[in-house]
Nanobody, 121 residues
Framework: QVQLQESGPGLVKPSQTLSLTCTVSGASIASNSYYWAWIRQPPGKGLEWIGHIGGAGNTNYNPSLKSRTSISRDTSKNRFTLELSSMTPDDTAEYYC?????????????WGKGTLVTVSS
């Protein structure tokens, strides 16, 4: 069974950088059959794709967030990380790490529980 678990701070101050880690069990993040993605949902709003990293370490980002987003991985620990800089209150959201098959025919098949990140002074 594949499981994803987010970890990181629940509170971030404006202008600071958010760092979240997703620990994966039951599958290898080095698999080239999947994208390992970060998705967020602001309170009362819809889901927003942040970006992903593929099995070869290739990355893609939402153009609206690309300038301040970095996704990396540690294959030895089977986990991947989101760094989102210059945080503002508009970045307050539930953050999820996810897995999705590379084929565009398929949707996300595994979600973490999510972690709420609040941006406040």
């Amino acid at each position: 069974q594949v499981q994803l678990q987010e970890s990181g701070p629940g509170l971030v101050k404006p202008s600071q950088t958010l760092s979240l880690t997703c620990t994966v069990s039951g599958a290898s993040i080095a698999s080239n059959s999947y994208y390992w993605a970060w998705i967020r949902q602001p309170p009362g709003k819809g889901l927003e794709w942040i970006g992903h990293i593929g099995g070869a370490g290739n990355t893609n980002y939402n153009p609206s967030l690309k300038s301040r987003t970095s996704i990396s991985r540690d294959t030895s620990k089977n986990r991947f990380t989101l760094e989102l800089s210059s945080m503002t209150p508009d970045d307050t959201a539930e953050y999820y790490c996810t897995r999705r098959p590379e084929s565009l025919m398929y949707a996300v098949d595994t979600w973490g529980k999510g972690t709420l990140v609040t941006v406040s002074s």
